[in-house]
């Protein structure tokens, strides 16, 4: 039996367990309770080929893909997310990233990597990176700890300092597509003794939101010009709002 499970009756005891969410009493430390585990909407099938954006139409046959990876295909080769965004996917990161509450990097990690297709092979886990400033503000990376649980849970190499971020970014938020490309133009690089694995290799990119995509395309398109081969993003939640 590990410690943790042996332990885990006297923390129960000492800290009972709570929903993150809402407060309410729950059975286990790294869970919700079921109403705010209702009020997530986890992406369904059918699904985009491609991005995973889920389809309204129930007549779509497998394999489709939608209209804006049509218009504009993307770099990278799927996306993993393991819920829309919306209030209660909302709540759950403003809790992990600003409110502090690392410990629910377990179970967000789980709803991400529960999305991911099989890896073949071997695949290097790469998060976002910080700049090192906010990274000395906030204190942790959040896409860095999903990423060690997301690392763990699919067996794969986690590789937390694959990417460099060479200089802060202001928030992108209410940005244009021109002025999101300018923020990042530079931004983001290998880092140079990583330099030489990226080499044909297959990457989990991970992070714990999307919004428009800015900064993992950034990061997709910084690794694909390193040489890797295949980079599928894994994330907690994705702003699709016409999905919801």
Not at 104 to 110: H, I, K, N, T, V
Request: aromatic fraction near 4%; include cysteine.
């Amino acid at each position: 039996m590990k410690l943790a499970e042996a332990l885990s009756p006297l923390v129960d005891l000492i800290y009972p367990p709570r929903c993150p969410s809402c407060g309410d009493g729950i059975t286990r430390q790294d869970g919700l309770c079921p109403n705010c585990w209702g009020e997530l909407v986890i992406p369904g099938e059918p699904g985009c080929t491609m991005c995973q954006r889920p389809f309204d139409i129930g007549t779509v046959v497998v394999g489709s893909v939608c209209a804006p990876c049509l218009a504009q295909p993307p770099r990278h080769d799927g996306i993993a997310a393991g819920a829309l965004y919306n209030d209660a996917s909302r709540k759950l990161v403003l809790a992990f990233k600003h409110g502090r509450r690392i410990a629910l990097a377990s179970m967000l990690a789980r709803m991400a990597a529960a999305r991911l297709p099989e890896l073949d092979g071997a695949w290097q886990v790469i998060p976002v990176p910080l700049h090192r400033w906010r990274l000395w503000r906030r204190g942790f990376n959040q896409s860095a700890l999903l990423a060690r649980e997301v690392a763990r849970l699919r067996d794969q190499e986690l590789v937390v300092d694959g990417l460099v971020r060479r200089k802060p970014t202001p928030s992108l938020g209410g940005l244009g597509r021109g002025a999101r490309a300018r923020a990042l133009s530079g931004a983001i690089a290998v880092n140079a003794s990583r330099q030489a694995r990226l080499k044909g290799a297959n990457v989990v990119l991970v992070d714990d939101v999307i919004t428009s995509g800015a900064t993992t395309d950034a990061c997709v398109r910084t690794l694909k010009r390193a040489g890797a081969d295949k980079v599928i993003i894994a994330c907690f939640a994705r702003v699709l709002n016409e999905a919801l």
